[in-house]
């Protein structure tokens, strides 16, 4: 009878009593066996393991591996007395009942950095977003795969524009549905503010907030409209209506004044609904009143951000600054004056961390700690003055910032 070529062949040349591999084309002497082996991944199988082959073929040399006699965890399998197959009361661990190791723990450090440059370069071909590695959406969807394991394919671009739109379509319209019916029972507020983006394009947005959740309902764009409380008005009463007027409680804007007409003009008409204002924006206009008319805060401020800006410039120093603090520093927005605060409670949380890093060798060795700009950071971080002044500007801004306890 004709032996049956094993289809561990289709992956590697078979040559003179050696074998060379179809993905990595590295040649090592032996038959199959050691064909399974090398694409298996799992080492110490006395032979170097393949770093180019696909996960599906992976997948396949480890079974192919543990149906040959011996199973991933390392069990050595023996025939019983009765002619069936099973595993040794000896163990390669010596330890009884060993489960299946599974790929990620055989994988080495050097897999899991080859791991990261793969995501690394779909962030970079695709022109992604840095900060969407932090989202809790890319989370779950990398934990969701390697929980589903290797032998998980991706859905196709078909798949993705059609079929998995209208579920996620479905998805978000049942949510939606779910919170509009809760309104009838606890009410709703109704939230609204003016934002401008990248294009200087001028928009009122428009939210409904409940116990069960936050709901978008409209956004109306006003470039070219005067804003006014009567314009805001007419935004605002046909949302209202649509809701009914008896499911909304309370109208959250800002602190502008024609907001505050509008509201007022709102509740003539409807005088149950009440208004508030925005205490998120009223802390935001308190800190802008404190920076702008107190000199040494700002001052204090303007070094908080030299600082900041003088790390965060140069991807080295960034490197080394982490190192060193083992944290990032908050980022301050131009426009968002609460963020100046927390980016500089963010400086001082670091304080040893900045003060070794400016005295390390690393750091004196660079090109990036010479010059003007270098030489006021480094006597920034090595004096007391600014560490003092900020500690006493966070303890006196009051009880929403804690200062670090040392």
């Known amino acids: 009878m004709t032996k049956i070529k094993d289809k561990f062949w289709e992956y590697a040349e078979k040559l003179n009593n050696r074998f060379k591999c179809k993905y990595c084309k590295r040649d090592f002497p032996g038959g199959v066996a050691r064909v399974k082996s090398h ?19 992976q997948a396949s040399a480890v079974i192919a591996v543990g149906e040959a006699g011996v199973n991933v965890s390392g069990t050595k399998r023996a025939k019983s007395s009765s002619g069936s197959v099973g595993e040794s009361s000896v163990s390669v661990c010596e330890e009884p009942r060993l489960q299946q190791t599974s790929i990620p723990a055989m994988l080495s450090k050097k897999d899991k950095d080859a791991v990261d440059m793969k995501v690394a370069l779909c962030f970079f071909l695709n022109n992604i977003a840095f900060n969407v590695i932090q989202t809790t959406g890319f989370i779950e969807m990398i934990k969701a795969v390697s929980e589903y394991g290797i032998g998980y394919s991706l859905p196709s671009y078909s798949t993705l524009r ?15 549905n779910e919170v509009k019916e809760s309104w009838s029972l606890t009410g709703c507020t109704i939230m609204s503010d003016i934002w401008t983006d990248m294009k200087k394009r001028s928009f009122i947005n428009v939210i409904a907030y409940s116990p069960k959740g936050a709901v978008f309902l409209k956004s109306v764009e006003r470039s070219g409209e005067s804003n006014t409380g009567l314009f805001i008005r007419e935004v605002l009463l046909p949302v209202i209506e649509e809701i009914g007027a008896e499911n909304v409680v309370q109208i959250v804007t800002d602190n502008a004044s024609n907001y505050g007409l509008a509201c007022n003009l709102i509740m003539e008409e409807y005088p149950h609904i009440i208004k508030s204002k925005c205490a998120a924006h009223g802390v935001q206009l308190l800190f802008e009143d404190i920076y702008d008319s107190v000199d040494w805060v700002k001052d204090i401020f303007l070094k908080a951000r030299k600082i900041y800006d003088h790390f965060y410039r140069h991807i080295i120093l960034l490197d080394l600054m982490r190192e060193h603090t083992k944290k990032d520093l908050r980022k301050y927005s131009k426009t968002r004056f609460a963020s100046h605060f927390l980016m500089l409670q963010s400086i001082l949380d670091v304080e040893d961390g900045l003060r070794n890093l400016v005295a390390s060798v690393e750091y004196r060795n660079m090109l990036y700690s010479k010059g003007a700009v270098a030489d006021i950071v480094k006597e920034l971080i090595q004096g007391t003055p600014f ?3 900020g500690k006493e500007l966070i ?10 306890r040392r």
């Open 39 to 57: 694409l298996s991944g799992i080492k110490g199988r006395d032979i170097a393991v393949c770093a180019q082959v696909p996960e599906e073929v």
């Open 162 to 176: 059609t079929k998995l739109v209208v579920n996620t379509k479905a998805d978000v319209e049942c949510y939606v």
């Open 387 to 389: 560490w003092e002044d």
């Open 395 to 404: 303890s006196a801004i009051g009880k929403g910032i804690t200062v670090s």
